[in-house]
């Protein structure tokens, strides 16, 4: 008998490789989307005839009860989410609903339908926003910095709470940034990869960016799914942080991305007055913008993902280089098109 997987957020990023990883190994795969005047497959349009979809939401908890009758989930894996830090800021009540009150409806759909089905949370490592200690691991203090963090940790420790009164096989994975081709073009990895593309084709002058000294730890979505599976397959439940240990600027994402279609970029300035220049011909073709500093910034975040790689033989495959040589090439792979 096959399994049956239930994937909340099936059309986003992590969604899509998750369904694919799931797929691969046999599995039935079964997704919750949200019911649009335009149906829209997302990133997950290239396996719509393999996955069963469900019509349901995260600020439901019955639409969530009925899916779980529907799915008759082995195990469920809660990537829905308001998951764009930005926006928490404009949307915070939405961003609450969705990521912390509607992690609970899916525990208590679980509870109620299938108590015996293996749940798995999207943590995130927004959750450390003002960093306690260096690096960052399972047992390191919790300081979120904007409504998205705050929303994420209700949802972490509420999952936590569940496996501890009632016996549920949940757990979370704190995950560092990742990134990848499916990417959603607000983030500020795509934004770049994006604007690569098109001020190397000639068809955009300059890109524009925030805080130029953010440091974060960036791995690729691919291998990051594949830690979410391996956490429902171990014997007891438990939290696990899943990164790269290593950290990176905005700067230097910038730098690689240009690098990959020979562009070679000096520096001048700093802060909000930085610019960066096309080596080759002297254009500035970066551009330092307030206005998309944050409210409260996170200055570094890098985890420590050595208790993920003992416990379940995970192992990072995709480098930093290789990550955003793809993202490159992808974007200039779609503007061709």
Not at 2 to 24: F, R, V, W
Not at 147 to 159: M, N, R, S
Not at 171 to 176: H, P, Q
Not at 284 to 290: A, G, L, S
């Amino acid at each position: 008998m096959a399994k049956h997987a239930l994937i909340t957020g099936i059309t986003g990023q992590d969604g899509s490789y998750l369904a694919e990883l799931l797929l691969e190994k046999g599995y039935e795969v079964y997704g919750i989307m949200r019911r649009k005047s335009v149906v829209d497959y997302g990133n997950v349009e290239h396996l719509k005839d393999k996955i069963h979809f469900i019509y349901a939401d995260m600020t439901d908890e019955i639409s969530l009860i009925t899916a779980m009758r529907i799915s008759e989930a082995d195990e469920v894996y809660n990537l829905a989410a308001q998951s764009f830090v930005a926006t928490s800021w404009e949307q915070p009540i939405a961003t609450a609903e969705i990521d912390a009150m509607g992690v609970t409806k899916m525990l208590e759909a679980i509870r109620i339908v299938k108590p015996e089905a293996r749940f798995y949370q999207a943590s995130t490592s927004e959750m450390f926003g003002l960093v306690q200690e260096m690096p960052q691991t399972e047992k390191t203090p919790f300081y979120p910095r904007s409504p998205y963090g705050v929303a994420k940790l209700y949802g972490h420790w509420i999952t936590k709470n569940y496996r501890e009164s009632y016996g549920l096989y949940a757990c979370s994975g704190i995950l560092f940034n990742h990134e990848s081709e499916r990417r959603g073009l607000e983030f500020v990895t795509r934004k770049i990869t994006d604007a690569v593309a098109k001020i190397s084709a000639g068809k955009q002058e300059y890109l524009e960016l925030g805080n130029m000294d953010s440091k974060r730890d960036w791995g690729h979505s691919k291998d990051y799914v594949r830690a979410m599976w391996l956490m429902l397959q171990q014997d007891t439940p438990d939290d696990y942080v899943i990164a790269t240990g290593e950290t990176r600027t905005v700067r230097e994402f910038v730098e690689t991305a240009f690098s990959h279609v020979g562009i070679e970029i000096e520096w001048q300035g700093s802060g909000v007055d930085e610019i960066g220049i096309n080596k080759a011909n002297g254009k500035t073709i970066v551009k330092v913008n307030p206005k998309f500093f944050r409210p409260a910034e996170v200055d570094v975040l890098l985890g420590n993902p050595a208790k993920a790689e003992a416990a379940l033989g995970w192992k990072r495959e995709i480098s930093f280089s290789q990550l955003v040589e793809r993202m490159v090439k992808n974007d200039v792979q779609l503007l061709g098109k």
